[in-house]
């Protein structure tokens, strides 16, 4: 059974910076592309950064591109977003998944951990 626990979430100020971690169990880690995810209130869920199992190419949203980035351990199965000068519009629920490759559909997701950035 696939399994996917994020941690890591929490309030910090604007401009600080935070790490959210993904453990994953259940399945060969290297084989997928792992995401991350989020979804403010009120908002539709956004894709903020995957890393590829083809060629550990990196992608971000616009919106994170410059501040987050996505980097995994494979010894440890764990996935991470590193947040770098948050922002209160980065306040959200910050979710991983997994997929076939980035693009493709994610079929798998964790539960989910709150960030909270005060202004």
């Known amino acids: 059974e696939v399994q996917l626990v994020e941690s890591g979430g929490g309030l910090v100020q604007a401009g600080g910076s935070l790490r959210l971690s993904c453990a994953a169990s259940?399945?060969?880690?290297?084989?997928?592309?792992k995401g991350w995810f989020r979804r403010a209130p009120g908002k539709e869920r956004e894709a903020v950064a995957c890393?590829?199992?083809?060629?550990?190419?990196?992608y971000y949203a616009q919106s994170v591109k410059g501040r987050f980035s996505i980097s995994s351990d494979t010894a440890k199965n764990t996935v991470y977003l590193q947040m770098n000068s948050l922002k209160p519009e980065d306040t959200a629920a910050y979710y991983c998944?997994?997929?076939?490759?980035?693009?493709?559909?994610?079929?798998?997701w964790g539960q989910g951990t709150q960030v909270t950035v005060s202004s």
């Open positions: 890393l590829s199992n083809i060629d550990g190419s990196t």
């Open positions: 998944a997994v997929a076939d490759y980035c693009g493709s559909n994610y079929h798998s």
């Open positions: 259940g399945f060969t880690f290297d084989d997928y592309a």
